[in-house]
């Protein structure tokens, strides 16, 4: 009797122990799942972040490669730019216009097509040479406008002299057509955005000089006189003096031009003139005519003076040339 007593309450235990395994594994395999969705829900929370972030970093990694890519090709453009001649048919003063053969846009554009970008937006060419003209020379696609055209800053101030004159070349690119503007969705759009660079270089075409030049007009020697060389130029080292014949002493007056002068930056009319004269001669006028007058002694066979011409251009720079005038008297050697 006792031992069927034992066996029934050891079946009434295990029976107990089994139901309570049996509600825990039903209560672990709820949790489980309820860990599953959860899991599943912040997964479905990040990766989309993951995403936007992975192809920020990627599309912003592109930028910055575009952006050196333009700086080159400002950098290339300032220093076409700034080997361009100050005067002729490919000059500064038309470098960026169009109109020539090496057309500053175009051989950007080729640049930029070669390395597998689209053309540019805009190229603009600003430089502050003195004596030539185009200071602002800008070039665009036909139907683009530059919001941002016009704030750029000064270039540096140029020399006294002339030559330490600046060039600054800016390209614009647009953003839509080089980039894949991938970020579009998530609210951050490239279209109708540009990328600007600019690059200043110093202009390596120095000013030229004037070239002053004196010519003694003998047309306007009075009777008695007569002319032997007649004319002096700055281009050698030692200008050869003007020398004139006299039968009779007394004052004379003599007209010098200065005509001859030429620059090859300015025009004639912008050279400006300075006459100064040693020895007996005084001058008279001061502009691109002089006229000097010296007073010839009776019984001193020759009188030499000197007479110097200043030619300054328009950039300030200037040039001096010394030309002796020789005036021989041949009736004090008792010519007739």
Sequence with gaps: MRSLQSDNRLRTVVGRRSAECGALLLVSKQTERRRRGIVTIEVLGVVPLLIIFAVSVAEFSMAMRLHQRVAFASRYGAKLASEAPRFGPNSLAQFNSGRTE??????????????????????????????????????????????????????????????????????????????????????LDWSGATIRHSTVFRLETDNQPPIPAVKLLSRQLPQGFQLQTSAADGDGSSPAAIRINANRHGPLELAFSARGSRDAETPRAGLSYRWTTTGQARGLTNAEAFRARLDLRPGVRQQTFNIALDVTDGCSCSSKLMVPVEVTRNDALGTP
């Design 102 to 187: 090496v057309d500053l846009k175009s051989r950007i554009d080729r640049w930029l097509v070669a390395s597998g970008l689209s053309r540019s937006l805009a190229v603009r060419l600003d430089h502050n040479a003195c004596s030539v003209d185009g200071r602002t020379q800008t070039r665009m696609e036909s139907g683009m406008s530059l919001p941002n055209n016009g704030d750029l800053p000064d270039l540096p101030t140029p020399s006294a002299d002339g030559n330490g004159c600046y060039v600054r070349v800016t390209v614009w690119l647009p953003l839509d057509r080089n980039l894949p503007n991938a970020l579009k969705t998530f609210g």
